[in-house]
């Protein structure tokens, strides 16, 4: 029995597929690597949604780095952002001199990153480079583009390799679209 049946079932298309991502953060890697000024790396990822696409990328960069969880909520569970970006933790990492690597799973409006990066700059660290598995084709609420991207995207909902709906399909091995 496959156990992953249950899940896969539900999916229309694989948009990308696990093979294509796994090259593709070769070489997103290459060039953190190759860009980041010496000393240690911090990187900062914004759960849940990133956790999958940081682990496989993180463990591609042969450089000191430290990494730290930011809990932030955009969605709410469904399809569409709520247009407001709630930080959930308490007590949020000490970034003063840092040169961060801030991860995220996909752009989209862009009031995510707009608003994690002001606030980590807000807290006195030194650089903010962004990089995101995913970036939506589309015109942006908020002026932010990342410094590193994965693939860009249409405009339509994701599910996969972190990107959830309603909490599930995080752990599908590939991007793809739902059936609707
Ligand atoms: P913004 O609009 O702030 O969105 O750039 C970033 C956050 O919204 C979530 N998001 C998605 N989640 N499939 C998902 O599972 C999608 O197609 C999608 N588009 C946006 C995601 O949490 C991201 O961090």
Do not use: W
């Amino acid at each position: 029995m496959n156990p992953e049946l249950g899940i896969r079932e539900d999916v229309e298309r694989v948009l990308i597929d696990e093979k294509v991502i796994e090259k593709r953060l070769d070489v997103m890697a290459e060039q953190i690597a190759n860009d980041f000024p010496p000393g240690p790396i911090l990187a900062v990822v914004l759960l849940k949604g990133a956790l999958v696409f940081a682990a496989d990328l993180l463990r591609r960069i042969p450089r000191p780095l430290e990494i730290e969880c930011l809990n932030v909520a955009s969605y709410h569970g469904g399809t569409e952002s709520s247009g407001q970006v709630k930080f959930l933790d308490q007590h949020l990492p000490d970034v003063r001199g840092r040169h961060v690597l801030l991860l995220d799973d996909i752009l989209d409006t862009g009031r995510t990153l707009r608003a994690v990066s002001d606030r980590l700059k807000e807290m006195g660290c030194a650089v903010v480079h962004t990089g995101v598995l995913l970036a939506k084709d589309k015109v942006r609420s908020a002026e932010v583009e990342a410094d590193y991207v994965g693939f860009q995207i249409g405009d339509e909902f994701v599910v996969g390799y972190g990107l959830d709906f309603m909490g599930r399909y995080r752990n599908l091995p590939f991007v793809g679209v739902l059936k609707s």
